[in-house]
Structures are given as structure tokens and as C-alpha cells.
Nanobody, 113 residues
Framework: VQLVESGGGLVQPGGSLRLSCAAS????????MSWYRQAPGKERELVAA????????NFADSVKGRFTISRDNAKNTVYLQMNSLKPEDTAVYYC???????WGQGTQVTVSS
């Protein structure tokens, strides 16, 4: 099983990034997927989740209206579109298949001027 995140980087406040997570080694389309993040000195927190067919999405209150989660089951990929980024969004972002122990290695997002 592999979950490989990409798309992180340094962005100015108010900017946008799109994270991708490419999955392999399991039946991606059968699992709800999620994005978590962990900032220095803080616990890992759920950012967004999407059901297996993409029909339902949930977001942390802190990112509602700014972040969107989507998936392409044909490409075994889940995305996190992040808009209007704030310095407090700075963290390592992880892809996770819900109800499993499948985690990606993380991608760093830094929001700073």
C-alpha cells in the first residue's frame, strides 16, 4: 500500500495550493479518504474527508469555505484544493484512508510572506 502526497510548498497569505495524493496497493474506490494536518507542537487534526464515491464531504470548521476535497477514482487520486491560505494553515498535510492504517508520508505547506 502506498499513499504519495504532492503539491505542497511555500505560498503567501491569500494564495492557493492544490495537494494530490496518489494511492496504490488497495481498492481505492472502496474507501473514504481524508486529509489531516499537523502543525509543530500540535496534534494531528482532520482537515477534510470524502466518501468512497465522492457523494459526501466534511470539513473542519477552520477550513470551511476555503478548502475543497475531491477525488478521481479512475486515477486513484484524492485532492485538496486550498484557497485563501492563512499562516495558521502551515503544517504537514497527510493523506489517509479512513478506517485503515494507511497514511502518506506527508507534504509540507508553509504560508508566509
Amino acid at each position: 500500500v502506498q499513499l504519495v502526497e504532492s503539491g505542497g510548498g511555500l505560498v503567501q497569505p491569500g494564495g492557493s495550493l492544490r495537494l494530490s495524493c496518489a494511492a496504490s496497493g488497495f481498492t481505492f474506490s472502496s474507501y473514504s479518504m481524508s486529509w489531516y494536518r499537523q502543525a509543530p507542537g500540535k496534534e494531528r487534526e482532520l482537515v477534510a474527508a470524502i466518501t468512497s464515491a465522492g457523494g459526501s464531504r466534511n470539513f473542519a470548521d477552520s477550513v470551511k469555505g476555503r478548502f475543497t476535497i475531491s477525488r478521481d477514482n479512475a486515477k486513484n487520486t484524492v485532492y485538496l484544493q486550498m484557497n485563501s491560505l492563512k499562516p495558521e494553515d502551515t503544517a504537514v498535510y497527510y493523506c489517509h484512508a479512513l478506517v485503515t492504517d494507511y497514511w502518506g508520508q506527508g507534504t509540507q505547506v508553509t504560508v508566509s510572506s
